[in-house]
């Protein structure tokens, strides 16, 4: 399954630019990779890692699959769009199943593109959406609520949750969201369950203007300040650099970056904060069939890593071999590997690091 990551933000803000650049960027990095645009607001892109190509040079694989993340931008939020106003609260529901939530916010002046509100001002913003996401799921906790009672009453062991739906209720009342529970609480719980939308992890993806790309100016100052307040992540993105980008060739775009001095391009940037935000990596698996790059939480053991592949594998686990990224790029062959001892032998309780390629042993 695909990292999915629903986009959201006031009208005119640069949600579409910045969708369709990271849609149409993803497709000029990996032509060979899988890329599909499901719907005309949904796009799923490979994950940028440069590991996978050198890795199919050294086993000569027939394919490389990368892994994916999924992008679904709705239409712009308005004040009252809980109440029907706008368009984009009859599109919430597509972003009810994300994983995270990328809230785009207008950081730039420009007389020429109209604000909604007159002006950016990144906190009022980050507010109205808030709102308008908190009134949303104010509505599907007063059914979940209504069915907790009922519930609770035919098994008093479920009391918990109606405590919990209801402690949400008054949070949510207080524009407090219901990401501010800690991940253990049974409030955590039942906003997973009810699919929440102030529940689900939120970046925020700062529309600058180019000259914010090397210097932060006081509208980007502000949304790292919100961000680092309620322990969101942040990151800066110049929709109209990045559709410049995305029409460029990979050595054009490299030498255009170099020039703007952007590190990585928007894509990469999006998808790493997004996995640090959501706790995320990657392992890799390696062979003449294909390479392949698998996204898994942190911390995970290695029977389950392996689940991610075949629950097959999981349940027919006996070891894993272990071979580091950069030990593989030195010696370049298995056998090189095995002669200076660099392949190891884990079991049940190893915990899958990042960059390890790994190959499974199971049984049938």
């Known amino acids: 399954m695909a990292l999915s990551c629903g986009i959201v933000g006031?009208?005119?803000?640069?949600?579409?630019?910045?969708?369709?650049?990271?849609?149409?960027?993803?497709?000029?990095?990996?032509?060979?990779?899988?890329?599909?645009?499901?719907?005309?607001?949904?796009?799923?892109?490979?994950?940028?890692?440069?590991?996978?190509?050198?890795?199919?040079?050294?086993?000569?694989?027939?394919?490389?699959?990368?892994?994916?993340v999924r992008f679904v931008d709705i239409a712009g939020l308005v004040r009252g769009a809980s109440t029907g106003q706008g368009l984009g609260n009859a599109f919430l529901s597509h972003i009810r199943e994300t994983d995270a939530i990328a809230m785009v916010v207008r950081c730039f002046e420009d007389h020429n593109v109209s604000h909604?509100?007159?002006?950016?001002?990144?906190?009022?913003?980050?507010?109205?959406?808030?709102?308008?996401?908190?009134?949303?799921?104010?509505?599907?906790?007063?059914?979940?609520?209504?069915?907790?009672?009922?519930?609770?009453?035919?098994?008093?062991?479920?009391?918990?949750?109606?405590?919990?739906?209801?402690n949400l209720r008054k949070a949510l009342e207080q524009n407090v969201p219901a990401r501010a529970?800690?991940?253990e609480t049974p409030e955590a719980e039942v906003a997973r369950e009810s699919f929440l939308l102030t529940g689900k992890p939120m970046l925020y993806v700062a529309n600058v203007d180019e000259a914010q790309i090397r210097a932060p100016g006081p509208l980007m100052r502000r949304v790292q300040e919100i961000a680092a307040a309620e322990g969101s992540g942040v990151v800066a993105f110049c929709g109209k650099v990045e559709a410049e980008l995305a029409g460029l060739s990979d050595?054009?775009?490299?030498?255009?970056?170099?020039?703007?001095?952007?590190?990585?391009?928007?894509?990469?940037?999006?998808?790493?904060?997004?996995?640090?935000?959501?706790?995320?990596?990657?392992?890799?698996?390696?062979?003449?069939?294909?390479?392949?790059?698998w996204t898994i939480e942190r911390g995970t053991k290695a029977?389950?890593?392996?689940?991610?592949?075949?629950?097959?594998?999981?349940?027919?686990?006996?070891?894993?071999?272990?071979?580091?990224?950069?030990?593989?790029?030195?010696?370049r062959t298995m056998d090189a590997l095995r002669t200076a001892g660099l392949v190891r032998s884990e079991g049940k309780d190893y915990v899958i690091r990042e960059g390890d390629v790994v190959n499974f042993k199971f049984n049938v």
């Open 251 to 293: 050595d054009e775009a490299e030498q255009f970056r170099a020039e703007l001095g952007i590190e990585r391009g928007g894509l990469a940037q999006l998808i790493i904060s997004a996995y640090e935000l959501l706790g995320l990596m990657t392992f890799l698996t390696a062979g003449e069939k294909e390479v392949r790059a």
């Open 10 to 68: 006031l009208p005119n803000v640069g949600k579409s630019t910045i969708f369709n650049a990271l849609t149409r960027s993803a497709q000029a990095l990996a032509a060979n990779y899988p890329f599909a645009t499901i719907e005309p607001n949904v796009g799923e892109v490979p994950v940028p890692d440069s590991r996978l190509a050198v890795l199919s040079d050294l086993v000569h694989a027939k394919q490389i699959v990368p892994a994916t």
């Open 181 to 183: 529970f800690a991940k």
């Open 303 to 331: 029977p389950q890593a392996a689940g991610k592949i075949h629950t097959d594998i999981e349940r027919g686990f006996i070891r894993a071999e272990i071979v580091d990224y950069d030990d593989y790029v030195q010696y």
């Open 116 to 166: 909604v509100e007159g002006s950016p001002d990144p906190a009022r913003d980050i507010e109205i959406v808030g709102i308008e996401m908190a009134l949303a799921d104010l509505a599907t906790l007063e059914k979940r609520v209504d069915k907790l009672e009922r519930e609770a009453r035919a098994n008093p062991k479920l009391r918990y949750k109606l405590d919990a739906a209801k």
